[in-house]
């Protein structure tokens, strides 16, 4: 197989004379799933493409390292109150914007203030909601200047104040929620202040250039305070929704990463590029959302049980899958840290006796020959997605269910299915941070990610308990109850937990697969 090659930047004789040293430009190239959003944080829809691309070029006050690691970033070092309710982060001296302004703790406060701006209807603003206030501002009940983070000591200092203690604040910081933007640069162009001839990142890399659907190129940074130390020159994203086509592109060189292959290549993949194939475990899970909305056949559990207890989640794993995802009984996926995996209860045991149980529970909830059961189920399109819709529609036929299956590419997919137009509808969630949490707030009251408007009392209570408790044995037993308390509502149907996929030049270093699959370009280096 042929992998890529660096190019020789011809040597250039300047006016004065002199001649410039030849060069070895080391660029990357990435195949990624999707379109980025914006360069605007406040405005990006959650794909791991999009993180992919914002954490080369943007840095939040920690950063993580190859293994997925958090270490230092804008701050070199911080304290903690004793009630976990205060930090104090210290930025580093000479960090710069790549427009060579200083990063302040200013960019940061103005950041988090945009971000969670309701003009700014941000999707993922809740992820702040751990700082004091966050809801409150991003509700509209305060003032932007409430949010608990001030800039001290001449921008030198940030100091954040939460609601309560949050043991993964600190990893929530990495998240491209949390990143700076830089003040100067919008106070002077405004909206525009994103567009290529405008923009300014203080991360690894800075944008030069976006052919939209077609690619995204950045290059390396020299304002950056470790721009010695980063290998690369640049980085080219390109967008390749046609992995089958990517991976031509990657076997003839033109590609050097493909995220996310598809899993019907895996076991060919494995067998014809073993040394470039990467499968390994991840913290994601797949799932599908029911429907919780009055009026909807599936608000009805009877409903919701009955269609968890016929799915045969090993065939979707082994079968359809080509054992390129692991089976779930759960949201929250194995790996979580401080966490023991859950399950939902009857949906492995004997099919025939579930079968039986399910055909009974239909029957209860009113439907029958006679009045057969009709649900509305959506996906966005893959190959995958409708596979494992084809196969579930089936596995729900003998209990008399007549599935119509409904696609659209994934931006309207999910503004579709948060207006609550489905019965059922395809879901998949990636750790955004290392924590139960970040999965059980899916099903909390009023959260936008809450797909099917699932709403339990006792769930948000738990979960509320969990977040006001500095004992994390304690704050696990919330968390897990919490879960139980979903699982025991069939409040969704768990299907799948995620692995990592990924195709890598084997010349490559610094690229190390870790479960939250997150790899910044910072690290990446070619062997010579």
Avoid: C
């Amino acid at each position: 197989m042929h992998f890529k090659r660096r190019s020789l930047i011809a040597a250039i004789a300047l006016s004065t004379g002199l001649m410039a040293s030849p060069l070895y430009a080391e660029t990357l190239n990435i195949g990624v799933m999707g379109e980025l959003a914006s360069f605007d944080t406040s405005q990006v829809s959650g794909g791991v493409w999009e993180s992919q691309i914002l954490m080369d070029v943007y840095e939040g006050l920690l950063k993580e390292n190859p293994k997925g690691e958090v270490i230092p970033g804008m701050a070199t070092d911080w304290e903690v109150s004793e009630d976990g309710k205060t930090y104090t982060f210290h930025l580093r001296e000479g960090a710069k914007w790549s427009d060579g302004e200083p990063v302040t703790a200013e960019d940061f406060v103005f950041g988090w203030q945009h971000l969670l701006d309701p003009a700014s209807a941000s999707k993922y603003a809740y992820l702040l909601y751990p700082i004091k206030n966050a809801e409150a501002v991003n509700t509209g009940d305060k003032p932007l200047d409430a949010i608990g983070a001030e800039s001290l000591d001449d921008g030198k200092t940030l100091k954040v104040t939460l609601e309560s203690p949050t043991p993964y604040f600190l990893q929530l910081l990495t998240h491209y929620t949390a990143y700076p933007v830089p003040k100067h640069a919008v106070e002077k162009y405004g909206d525009a202040w994103i567009k290529m001839e405008n923009i300014v990142t203080n991360g690894a890399f800075k944008p030069v250039e976006w052919i939209s659907q077609s690619r995204i190129s950045v290059e390396k940074n020299p304002e950056y305070y470790d721009a010695s130390d980063v290998s690369l020159d640049g980085v080219n994203y390109f967008t390749t929704e046609d992995r089958n086509a990517a991976i031509s592109r990657f076997r003839a060189g033109e590609l050097d990463i493909i995220r996310d292959y598809p899993s019907s290549r895996y076991q060919w993949l494995k067998d014809n590029l073993p040394k470039a194939t990467h499968l390994s475990p991840m913290l994601g899970s797949y799932y599908y959302v029911l429907n919780n909305r009055e009026g909807r056949p599936t608000a009805d559990e009877r409903i919701r049980e009955a269609l968890n207890l016929v799915v045969r989640r090993k065939v979707l794993s082994e079968q359809i899958m080509a054992g390129s995802f692991k089976d779930a009984y759960s949201l929250v996926p194995p790996g979580t840290s401080h966490y023991d995996v859950q399950h939902m209860d009857g949906v492995d045991g004997d099919y025939q006796e579930r079968l039986a149980k399910a055909k009974q529970l239909i029957k209860d909830a009113g439907y029958g020959p006679d009045n057969p059961l009709h649900l509305q189920l959506r996906y966005n399109t893959s190959d995958e997605h409708k596979k494992i819709a084809i196969a579930l529609a089936a596995m729900w036929k003998p209990l008399g269910v007549e599935v119509e299956m409904t696609n659209a590419e994934a931006t309207v997919h999910y503004q579709t299915i948060q207006q609550g137009d489905f019965d059922i509808a395809r879901a998949g969630w990636i750790a955004d941070y290392n924590d139960a949490e970040n999965f059980l707030t899916l099903l909390r009251s009023g959260v936008g990610n809450n797909y099917g408007a699932y709403s339990n009392p006792e769930y948000d209570k738990l979960l509320d308990k969990a977040a006001n408790t500095l004992d994390l044995d304690k704050r696990q037993q919330f968390l897990q109850q919490a879960e139980n308390v979903a699982l025991d509502d069939y409040a969704l149907a768990p299907l799948l937990y995620y692995v990592t996929r990924n195709l890598v030049d084997p010349s490559i270093s610094g690229w190390q697969d870790n479960a939250e699959d997150d790899h910044p370009s910072r690290w990446v280096t070619f062997d010579q």
